[in-house]
Every structure is written in structure tokens, then in C-alpha cells.
């Protein structure tokens, strides 16, 4: 059973950083693309960022020139570098891997709390 595991999320201040990281468990086969994407109280869920195997990404326009999106094919892996956060970013994270971009991502993880206080 393939999951995804998210980690390092947290509380931080405006200004601060995180490195969400998730983690695939269960899969023999390489993902073509892995994202994040995140949702906020009363929000819907929208795309923060997403990564190719082969390192095209893709940013939602209110976190360009503050996160990077990365991954690790070997370990079926995506990481998300958040600097200079703001209280807007405060939202629930959550992972997403697809095999087959086209038809939509396969699997989600269950989500990692980013908190941002002024």
C-alpha cells in the first residue's frame, strides 16, 4: 500500500522559514511528478507547488521568490523550502504524487500544519 508521509511543519513567526519534507513508503515505482499544495480555514485547497522528475516546477504566483519545491526521485521524495513566511501562508500541507500527470495526482498524504504568527 503505497503512502505519503509528511513532516515538518510547525509554528514559526513572520519572516521565518520551514522545510516540509514527505515521503513515499509502499511504491516500487517512480513518481513524474510530486506537489504541495495547502489549505487555509474557509479556503479551498489550491496548488503551492509541484516538481517534475526531470526539475520543471511550477509555482503558485503568491509564493514565487520565497519557497522552492525539490525532490528526490531515488526516494520518491518532495521538499518544500519556505523563507520569508507570512501569516497568509497559515494553512493545512499536503503532499501529492501522480504517475501520470495528465490524469490527475493518485495519492495524497494526510497533512502537515503550517502555522505563521505575526
Known amino acids: 500500500q503505497v503512502q505519503l508521509v509528511e513532516s515538518g511543519g510547525g509554528l514559526v513567526q513572520a519572516g521565518g522559514s520551514l522545510r516540509p519534507s514527505c515521503v513515499t513508503s509502499?511504491?516500487?515505482?517512480?513518481?513524474?511528478?510530486m506537489g504541495w499544495y495547502r489549505q487555509a480555514p474557509g479556503k479551498q485547497r489550491e496548488l503551492v507547488a509541484d516538481?517534475?522528475?526531470?526539475?520543471?516546477?511550477n509555482y503558485a504566483d503568491s509564493v514565487k521568490g520565497r519557497f522552492t519545491v525539490s525532490m528526490d526521485t531515488a526516494r520518491n521524495a518532495v521538499y518544500l523550502q519556505m523563507n520569508n513566511l507570512r501569516t497568509e501562508d497559515t494553512a493545512v500541507y499536503y503532499c501529492?504524487?501522480?504517475?501520470?500527470?495528465?490524469?490527475?495526482?493518485?495519492?495524497w498524504g494526510q497533512g502537515t500544519q503550517v502555522t505563521v504568527s505575526s
Open positions: 501529492a504524487a501522480a504517475f501520470l500527470p495528465e490524469t490527475g495526482y493518485d495519492y
Open positions: 509502499g511504491s516500487v515505482f517512480s513518481f513524474n511528478v
Open positions: 516538481v517534475s522528475s526531470g526539475g520543471a516546477t
